[in-house]
């Protein structure tokens, strides 16, 4: 017998004779509503014409665990880039409503979120195949896929492995890691995701392209350390980022000239990105 929070309860409608769950998780037995199954609702208002301010909006809402979301907007405009966002970033949802200043957007056919892992293992893979992508572009070389493309994966399945933290019993300190890595690992590919936007046709020097194989190496390390537990490849990544940005980085960046002091500029900031994974990601393994 033990006895539950009043305030629990009362926020889950639970009274005498009502089923709960109980998970066990490493050391911790997870308690969690039985009716936690039911949807999750709420309704968020659009202010602006601003792409980044739309999709932060509805992006995080969906992290956040809501399966139906009421949209209030001034415009067709407004309405247009929300139904954008929702096409390339949230796998599972739709608009199942219009009307003339609202809509709602609701989960229609989301994966399972036992799907978390393979979820995660697709962000690594196309994390990769961005990395070749970029190089290839480096090199004046063709890519066989559009970055743009690849980017829009990504951050699909960053975006339902957050919400899947989000909706799960995950124990808190669990959660932070978790979200924290996720955090980095997708800031890193963003910088990369940058510097396509920047390159345009233009080729760069060897050691820039070497440079990128760093941050690659960076990346396959974090990504090893996660899959396989390996705690040496926490270590190898610290001396990686040593050597990476006090005997070439700094270095480097100051020679540069123009473009490619700009492009390098970016991938010293993906890798230092992938590096910072490590912070969360021994948290998550030890």
């Known amino acids: 017998m033990i006895s539950l929070p009043a305030n629990w309860l009362k926020e889950h409608s639970l009274g005498k004779g009502d089923d709960i769950n109980l998970e066990l998780m490493d050391d ?3 308690i969690s509503s039985a009716k936690s199954g039911s949807k999750k609702q709420t309704e968020i208002t659009l202010r602006d014409l ?6 932060t909006l509805i992006t995080n809402t969906y992290r956040k665990g809501y399966d139906k979301i009421i949209v209030k907007f001034d415009n067709t405009d407004q309405f247009n880039i929300l139904n954008n966002v929702i096409r390339t970033r949230l796998i599972g949802f739709d608009v199942v409503k219009k009307e003339k200043n609202s809509c709602i957007v609701e989960n229609i056919t989301e994966p399972s ?3 978390f892992e393979n979820i995660l293992s697709k962000v690594f893979m196309n994390i990769e195949t961005l990395f070749d992508i970029t190089k290839n572009r480096l090199e004046g070389k063709k890519p066989e896929e559009n970055y743009n493309d690849v980017e829009t994966r990504i951050m699909q399945y960053d975006n339902f492995c957050r919400r899947v933290i989000s909706k799960r019993s995950f124990v808190k300190q669990k959660k932070e890691f978790f979200w924290s890595y996720l ?3 997708d800031h ?3 910088e990369l995701y940058h510097l396509n936007n920047v390159l345009g046709n233009f080729k760069v020097s060897k050691q820039v392209i070497d440079f990128l194989d760093l941050a690659k190496k960076m990346f396959m390390l974090s990504k090893k350390a996660y899959l396989d537990k390996d705690t040496k490849a926490l270590s190898e990544m610290h001396t990686l980022n040593k050597d990476a940005f006090y005997k070439i980085g700094y270095k480097t960046i100051e ?3 123009g473009k490619e002091n700009l492009i ?7 890798l230092r990105k992938f590096f910072q994974s490590n ?3 021994s948290g998550l393994i030890l």
């Open 28 to 30: 911790n037995l997870v």
């Open 183 to 185: 955090h980095l690992i």
């Open 113 to 115: 979120a036992d799907q």
């Open 279 to 281: 912070s969360p990601l």
């Open 255 to 257: 020679k540069l000239k």
């Open 50 to 55: 601003t792409e980044s301010s739309i999709r």
């Open 188 to 190: 890193g590919h963003r």
């Open 264 to 270: 390098f500029y970016y991938l010293l900031a993906c």
